[in-house]
């Protein structure tokens, strides 16, 4: 079993940070790709930041420049940094990550976190 645990979730005013943190814990042999995903009421889930195993980051075009993805790897865990936060950045924020829990890649599988709200306003 595989477990993947958001924190870091709140109310904040607009113009202001909030820092997310989602650890994986469970059978993990090998984690690769890892994100983070928002959905807003009544909106599909989108792709917010992605982060590989090296470090490559990829971003959404509404958060760059201001939001930063970083994980650690010795850890299992991945972050996103929010800054300069914007009531349409208002959502529930899900933990991505793609893990093996054997040393075969068959057994790579995509799991989720439970989510954590954010709200921004004033």
């Known amino acids: 079993q595989v477990q993947l645990v958001e924190s870091g979730g709140g109310l904040v005013q607009p113009g202001g940070s909030l820092r997310l943190s989602c650890v994986a814990s469970g059978n993990i042999f090998s984690t690769f790709a890892m994100g983070w995903y928002r959905q807003a009421p009544g909106n599909q889930r989108v792709m917010v930041a992605t982060i590989t195993s090296d470090g490559t980051t990829n971003y959404s075009d509404s958060v760059k420049g201001r939001f930063t993805i970083s994980r650690d790897n010795a850890k299992n865990t991945v972050s996103l940094q929010m800054n300069s936060l914007k009531p349409e950045d208002t959502a529930v924020y899900l933990c991505?990550?793609?893990?093996?829990?054997?040393?075969?890649?068959?057994?790579?599988?995509?799991?989720w976190g439970q989510g954590a709200p954010v709200t921004v306003s004033s």
């Open positions: 991505n990550a793609a893990i093996a829990t054997t040393p075969s890649t068959m057994s790579i599988r995509t799991y």
